[in-house]
């Protein structure tokens, strides 16, 4: 009885504050929501049941809500869960009012768990804090600085070749395949490291990132995980080692070249350097701190590394099951390159006009980022529409990527929609796998030359098939959108 009464006060007293704040959240909202456009669940839970379930079912929630309020005429639906009061625009126009604002840019509260690995890095930060940093980090992405990342690029996908010939004649699990060249990759560029994951599957730092993405995960779709003794007790232990596997050796990585650049050893100003150098003479100017350098690695490394490697598990899946689309994206880069084993330079890539449609494609059908999450500071008008302080938009990709108004036939694979006459006919924010706007992903023009590099040195030599069709694959709604079915492919090397 004592017991239950402490526990019973325990609760009161540390989720008082918290409970309050919801409940005044709601209460301010409720009117509001009465005037939006989306399903009238019950007050508080609203949506929840139609949202329980596996992975799968929250994206079919989304595209039904927005095919019924596109036959209403409505721009937008909202719904509510669990208190949370979110709205969803369904098409570019709608978008806009969003993705154009340089105010309403705070993160929504699913971000929240990557702070411990990431910090306060340019992902999270707002207002001048963001602006500055964006500032520091556009000249990083220039066409000039990517060139220098080119030679990475080629380095690892050379290595993924290889690995690939060693298993040439077998089923390959590519998702596995591309997630350890992503990782090698982001590591190389952003510290001039490499961990070689992909010879060495057993590096530890792959396997922290890959617990913590999971827990992650665990903690953002599972609601019970938000009471924190539950969270404690369950996984706090894993968390913990995860974390610090991602940020012991980061730092130590860092700490060691720092030593270097104080000694005079490293030269901040060469042409090509990693990341890292660029990020220390911004510290060494006295505009970021030691602390800010550390989390900006990371979150550099969490940005590039997750979302390139779930696209080319994608790109993989639509190679392996539209084999005439294959030869077109073969024969092209066959033309540039022939039959030899040089690396990949400017001109190569930008060539590759096919392949890039093509990449578009799979990532208009299966954009990787399920969604881009806004928590707005003051109310938001969209149109005729009043959307209340304290509630979310979620930019969702798969919701505009299949609008039939906009790409008739949404789920038939064309890569000629991506022909510049057709692009030119769409409203920019129809297309949003990378965001839009002024926080859109400053890493895409990185994102794409790595992409193209990794499917010209893999496609150069091999074959890629299964016996699936391209839309047996379901979207499980993790942090990133993964596929339901492995994309195991046999891998045939090209005569
Ligand atoms: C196909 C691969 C990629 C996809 C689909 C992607 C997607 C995105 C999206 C949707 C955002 C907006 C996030 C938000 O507002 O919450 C974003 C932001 C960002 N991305 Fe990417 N990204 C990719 C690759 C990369 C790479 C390779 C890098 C770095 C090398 C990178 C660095 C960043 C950074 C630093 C931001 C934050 C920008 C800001 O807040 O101003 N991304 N990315």
């Known amino acids: ?24 959240t709601f209460l301010y909202q409720y009117p509001y929501l009465q005037k939006l456009p989306g399903p009238k669940g019950p007050p508080f839970i609203g949506s929840i049941a139609d949202l329980a379930g596996d992975t799968t079912v929250p994206l079919k929630f989304w595209l039904s809500e927005a095919e019924k309020a596109r036959e209403r005429g409505d721009g937008f639906f909202t719904i509510t869960v669990l208190g949370r009061t979110i709205s969803f625009p369904i098409n570019g126009e709608t978008l806009k009012y969003i993705c154009e604002s340089n105010e309403e840019i705070l993160k929504g509260k699913d971000y929240e768990f990557l702070r411990a690995w990431i910090g306060d890095c340019i992902l999270l930060v707002i207002g001048k804090e963001w602006r500055d940093r964006r500032k520091s980090y556009t000249p990083l992405f220039h066409f000039s600085q990517l060139d220098g990342y080119l030679e990475t690029f080629n380095k690892h996908a050379r290595v993924m070749a290889e690995v690939l010939h060693d298993k040439a004649g077998t089923i390959v699990d590519m998702s596995e395949a591309v997630k350890r060249t992503a990782l090698d990759v982001i590591c190389d560029t952003a510290m001039g490291i490499n961990f070689d994951t992909q010879r060495n599957p057993t590096h530890p730092y792959l396997h922290s990132v890959h617990d913590f993405t999971h827990l992650q995960q665990r903690h953002n779709t599972t609601p019970h995980m938000w009471i924190t003794p539950i969270w404690y007790l369950l996984y706090d232990r894993e968390y913990k080692r995860s974390l610090h596997g991602l940020n012991d050796l980061t730092k130590k990585i860092m700490d060691e070249r720092f030593r270097r650049v104080q000694n005079g050893e490293v030269d901040l100003e060469a042409k090509k350097r990693p990341l890292i150098d660029h990020f220390f003479s911004y510290q060494q100017k006295g505009d970021w701190t030691l602390e800010d350098v550390h989390y900006e690695l990371n979150g550099v490394i969490f940005g590039g590394h997750d979302t390139t490697s779930a696209t080319l598990t994608w790109v993989y899946w639509v190679l392996g099951t539209q084999a005439e689309f294959q030869q077109q994206c073969f024969e092209e880069i066959n033309d540039i390159m022939g039959p030899t084993d040089r690396d990949l330079d400017h001109d190569d890539l930008k060539s590759m006009v096919f392949l890039e449609r093509f990449i578009k494609e799979c990532m208009r059908i299966f954009p990787p980022i399920p969604a881009v999450e806004r928590e707005l500071m003051n109310d938001f008008k969209i149109g005729d529409h009043v959307l209340p302080k304290g509630s979310e938009i979620f930019i969702a990709p798969h919701i505009v990527h299949h609008n039939p108004e906009v790409y008739p036939e949404p789920w038939k694979f064309d890569p000629d929609r991506f022909l510049p006459e057709n692009i030119a006919k769409r409203n920019p924010y129809d297309f949003i796998p990378f965001s839009a706007g002024p926080r859109n992903c400053i890493g895409q023009k990185f994102a ?29 709604i993790e942090v990133i959108c993964k596929p339901t079915i492995n994309v195991d492919l046999l891998v045939t090397p090209r005569k």
């Open 1 to 24: 009885m004592i017991g239950a009464l402490l526990i019973t006060l325990f609760a009161v007293l540390y989720y008082g504050p918290w409970l309050k704040k919801v409940i005044s």
């Open 448 to 476: 794409m030359q790595e992409m193209k590099t990794i499917l010209s040195w893999t496609l150069r030599k091999f074959s890629f098939s299964t016996k699936h069709d391209m839309l047996d694959q379901g979207f499980a």
